[in-house]
C-alpha cells in the first residue's frame, strides 16, 4: 500500500473541508470545494491519519486569517472577538481612531445594525464554519453516538470540544440571556442533512454544549497533548464551568464552582507577578491552559490580535486606532497592585506621545519591545484560557453560593501575586454578599483586561456597563448599557435571514 504523505493530507482537508462557499457558508448542499462524507470516513480506514489532519485544519479557524469572510485586518479568527467584546463591555477603550477599524464597535453599531459584516456575519460565520468541519468529522467516525474505540477517542474527544466551544460562544454573543423557551440559533449536528435548521430553544442549545463538552472532558481525560492549540480535558472543562456559569439554573454555579476546581487541581500555576507584565506573548507559560504558538509560516501581520493591540508590533495600535483601558477601570486599580504598571499613565515620562495614554504597553507586547518595530508575527503568541480564569470564576460561583470564605481564599489566591504587601489585600476579609460579589467582579475585569473575558462576565453578572463622561473612550460617552440591550447584544446576519428559510425576522 503506498503510503499517504501526511502533509498533503492536511492541505488537502484544509481546502476542501474549512474553505466553504462564499455566498452561503450555511449552504447544507454538497459544494465542489467539499469533501464528501464518504469519501472522508472511506479514506480515514485506510489512512485515520486524515482525520487528524481534517482536526488540525478546524483548529486553524481559530486564529488564520479571513475565517470571518470579511477579508480584511479585522479578521484573524477568535482574537479579533475578543477585541469586539471588550469594547462592547466598555472596559476596552477605542482612545484614538484614524483607520476606522473598529469604529463600527465603538459606536455599538455592529450589534444594532444585522446588515454589518464586522460582527454579527463575521462571528456567526467563523463559528458555523467551525461546527460544520466538526460535524464532518464526528459523521466520519460515526456520527454523535458512536461507539468509541481506543482508536477515535482522543479525534472525537477534541472534535466535540471544538463544537462545544463554538455554540458557547454563538450562545455568549447572540442570545441577550438565558431563558429555556426563547429561540435564536439554528442547530446543525449532522453534516448529512442538507436542510438549512430552524431556530432551536436556548435550552436545547445549552444542553448540546453541555452535552458535547461533558462527553469531551471524558474522552480527553488520558489525552496528552503535543501542543498547546490542542484541546485537553482542562480546556473542554474550563469551558463547561463558564456554560454553567452563563446558564445559572438551580444547581449551576455548584457545577461550574467544581469544574473550576478541578481545573485547579491539575497543577497549573498561577500567572506570576513577573508575568503579568511579561508581554503575555509566550504559549509555554506554565499558566497557558490554551493557546497557539504563532510561527511565521502563518504569515500574520497586521491581520492579527497583536497588529491591533501591541504598539510594539507595525501596528494599528501604533498608527492611530488606539486601544486602551477604560480610564474609570484603570483608576479603580490600587496604585500598589502590579497590573496598575501594564498601562501607560505618563506617556510623557516614556518619551511617548499623549495619544498612547492607558495603552497596554507593559501587559502585551512584542518580546524584542521595539516600537513599531515587527511586521511580521513571529515571537508573539495567542492566548486563549489560563488557570486564573477558574480561580476567579470558583470565587464568583461561591460567592453566588453564599460560600463566602472559599470566595474570599481563591480572590486572594490571586491577589496575592498582584501585591507585594498583604495588607493591601486585607480588605478582602471584611467583604460578604453582594459587596463580595462585587469585588469579584471588578477584578476579573482587572486581571482579564484584552483577553475577551469582560463581556463573559458582564453577561454572568447581569451587569450594566458605562462610559463616563470625560472618559477616555472617543464615542458614547455619559451613555449606559444594560447586559441584556441590543447595543450589548449580536444579530442575525442579513445573510443568514436570507438565505436561511426558518429565519425571516431579525433576533
Known sequence: MKKINIKTIFLLCLSLVIISCESDFLERTPENDTIAVADLEETAIISPEILDATLNGAYTLLYDSNTGGIRGHNDFGHKVHDIYSDILSCDMALSKN????????????????????????Q??????KLIRACNLIITALGGNDAVITDDNRYTMGQVKALRGYAYFYLAQYYIPEYSDDSKVLPIYIDSEIADNQPQSTTKEVYDLII???TTAASLLETFTRTQKFEMNADVAKSLLAYTYAARGKSGDNIQAKNLAEEVISSGYPLTTKDQV????????TPSWIWGVDIIPDFGLHLNSWW???????????YFGDTKSIDSELFNAISPNDIRKTQFLDDPAANDLPSGFLL?????????????????TITQS???????????????????????????????KDVLMLRFDDAADYAYVDALSGSALQDEIYLQTRIEFWGEGKSYLAMKRNKATVSRAIGSNHLFLQGQSFKYNSDEMTFKIPQSEIQNNIFINEQN
Do not use: C, H
Open 98 to 121: 484614524t483607520y476606522n477599524r473598529f469604529l463600527t464597535t465603538a459606536q455599538n453599531i455592529i450589534t444594532t445594525d444585522y446588515t454589518q459584516t464586522r460582527g454579527n456575519y
Open 123 to 128: 462571528i456567526w460565520r467563523t463559528n458555523y
Open 211 to 213: 452535552d458535547d463538552l
Open 277 to 284: 507584565v511579561g508581554g503575555f506573548n509566550d504559549v509555554s
Open 307 to 317: 497588529g491591533q493591540v501591541d504598539f510594539y508590533s507595525y501596528s494599528y495600535q
Open 359 to 375: 495603552a497596554p504597553y507593559n501587559k502585551f507586547y512584542d518580546p524584542a519591545r521595539e516600537i513599531n518595530g515587527t511586521t
Open 381 to 411: 503568541d495567542y492566548i486563549f484560557i489560563r488557570v486564573d480564569e477558574m480561580y476567579l470564576l470558583s470565587a464568583e460561583m461561591s460567592a453566588r453560593e453564599g460560600m463566602d470564605t472559599d470566595a474570599r481564599n481563591r480572590l
